[in-house]
């Protein structure tokens, strides 16, 4: 604008406008430096081992979650089903690794429980150091039909502590949390077992010593071992002391992770690494989880339910950041940790109920 001396009034002169060829120009100039953008990452993408190697490893995150079909569009769909299976194959490989179970439980009984921070590159997480693992029973649902938030399960018992157990039938990610994958022992019971007593399964867990069992068993084999507390999950990743996952093309996607191990002392460490929470923590892969575990003396470990499932709860309190939107997920079994495990009663609310024929699907309603 400019003053003009006729009245003393200021007049505004109108602005000059861009000319449409200008504006083209500039819009074809977006467009071109766009595209090469774009092309340059479709080639790195697709056609570079670096490239290569993320493109697999956002597939291996997808397929941990529930949009699982969308890895299709990274590898193919057949790429999708070999690596699917190969991963089953590597996992129970994995779980045939044979363990020496060299652990030397120390003389001095120490009952401390403490809870520690981990951080990594993209993630935050917390580790929770159980040294007597006698402490440690395996608690399952007390509501009929349905799974129980972790919290709620450590509030009922009176438990000092407690994390997510294994794996059960999920549909669509969004579940009621009751139909165990496995077996689920407690107290030295087999409480279930979704196979024959000479079906193997993959389990986590502790025989009547507090030795940590983690591996490919026969339920029948696991009662002649003296298990005492066992759920089934994948894979074991350390054993005698030794890493199992190569690197991290082969640690199975970011995500969510919930782990149990060993030291040779006999301590038990639960690792829960928070993750799909951009600006927080993104997750974590079995590779990262390995060398944690590995710098804090772990000779076995194996890999526990994740995903929006991962919970540590401590004094009462939930210690880390679940990923689920809906707030805790409801469960079939959780590790927990007592003043006074002898105490303990677990029920088996699976008993007298037609498991073959019950439907997973149906929402649970709040136990609050």
């Not at 009245?7 to 595209?35: D, E, L, W």
């Not at 059960?168 to 107290?187: L, Q």
């Not at 677990?346 to 699907?361: I, K, L, P, T």
Request: include cysteine; charge should be positive; aromatic fraction near 10%.
């Amino acid at each position: 604008m400019y003053l003009n001396d006729y009245q003393g009034y200021a007049v505004a002169q109108p602005a000059r406008s861009v000319p449409k060829r200008r504006r083209k120009v500039k819009f074809r100039f977006f467009v071109i430096v766009f595209m090469l953008v774009m092309s340059t990452f479709g080639i790195w993408f697709y056609f570079t081992s670096s490239g290569t190697n993320w493109r697999y490893m956002l597939a291996d995150t997808l397929i941990t979650t529930q949009h699982r079909d969308y890895a299709k569009y990274l590898i193919g769909q057949s790429e999708l089903d070999r690596r699917t299976d190969s991963y089953t194959k590597q996992f129970n490989d994995m779980g045939l690794v044979k363990d020496n179970h060299e652990i030397a439980m120390g003389t001095k009984k120490d009952n401390a429980v403490t809870v520690e921070p981990v951080n990594g590159k993209n993630f935050k997480g917390y580790m929770m150091f159980v040294h007597n693992p006698q402490m440690i029973r395996v608690v399952t649902t007390s509501l009929q039909g349905q799974g129980e938030q972790i919290l709620s399960m450590v509030k009922r018992t009176g438990a000092i502590a407690g994390v997510n157990g294994g794996a059960f039938d999920d549909p669509n990610y969004d579940g009621n949390g009751f139909r165990p994958i496995g077996v689920v022992m407690s107290g030295g019971k087999l409480l279930y077992s979704d196979g024959g007593m000479e079906d193997p399964v993959n389990v986590v867990g502790l025989d009547k010593k507090g030795i940590m069992v983690a591996g490919r068993y026969k339920p029948s084999e696991l009662v002649k071992m003296g298990v005492r507390d066992a759920v089934t999950f994948q894979p074991k990743f350390i054993v005698n002391g030794k890493g199992l996952v190569k690197n991290e093309a082969d640690g199975w996607g970011i995500a969510p992770r919930t782990c149990m191990a060993q030291t040779k002392d006999g301590t038990i460490i639960f690792l829960v690494i928070d993750g799909r929470q951009p600006g927080y923590s993104i997750g974590a892969t079995l590779f990262d989880a390995q060398k944690l575990l590995l710098e804090k003396g772990a000779v076995t470990a194996a890999n526990l339910d994740g995903g929006s499932s991962s919970v540590l709860v401590h004094n009462n309190e939930v210690v880390n950041r679940p990923s689920s939107s809906y707030g805790m997920r409801y469960l079939p079994t959780a590790f927990l940790v007592f003043d006074h495990p002898e105490k303990v009663t677990v029920s088996n609310m699976w008993n007298g109920v037609d498991m073959a024929h019950f439907n997973s699907a149906n929402k649970p309603f709040s136990s609050k």
